[in-house]
């Protein structure tokens, strides 16, 4: 990972219940709640670095309405995956609030019972 971009390794660590893996074929990052996958980082077939996460459908349609850097989830399911052009944006608080809202999409995916082990997280 570009070290321009650690904060977002470090930001999405420090969410409860998240585990890492690397995907060798795609060079990519990937952030799991237990098992469900929320976000993924990595480059798109230009070389662009891009930071892919999971997303309400309706929330995806506006975010990619009102910012250019914002664009359907790069080989993923484009209805409820966006992929955010890193190297355009810039505002970290936004990308905060898009991890943090992966991070509760994939949450609410989990069976209850593993919902309720994420309590138990510190």
């Known amino acids: 990972m570009s070290e321009a971009f650690a904060w977002i390794r470090k930001e999405i660590s420090e969410l409860?219940?998240?585990?890492?893996s690397?995907?060798?074929e795609w060079q990519a990052d990937r952030y799991h709640v237990l098992d469900q996958l929320m976000v993924m980082?990595?480059?798109?077939n230009e070389g662009c670095q891009i930071?892919?996460?999971?997303?309400?459908?309706?929330?995806?349609?506006q975010l990619r309405a009102e910012n250019p850097a914002i664009v359907p989830g790069y080989y993923m399911n484009k209805r409820v995956w966006i992929s955010v052009l890193l190297e355009q944006?810039?505002?970290q608080t936004?990308?905060?609030?898009?991890?943090?809202?992966?991070?509760?999409?994939?949450k609410n995916?989990?069976?209850?019972?593993?919902?309720?082990?994420?309590?138990t997280f510190d």
């Not at 409860?16 to 890492?20: A, D």
């Not at 995916?109 to 309590?119: G, N």
């Open 41 to 44: 980082r990595g480059t798109d």
């Open 16 to 20: 409860p219940g998240v585990e890492y």
């Open 89 to 91: 944006e810039s505002n």
């Open 51 to 61: 930071l892919t996460l999971k997303c309400d459908a309706e929330k995806s349609e």
């Open 22 to 24: 690397f995907k060798e």
């Open 109 to 119: 995916k989990l069976p209850k019972y593993k919902q309720a082990q994420l309590e």
């Open 94 to 106: 936004l990308i905060i609030a898009l991890i943090q809202h992966a991070y509760t999409e994939a």
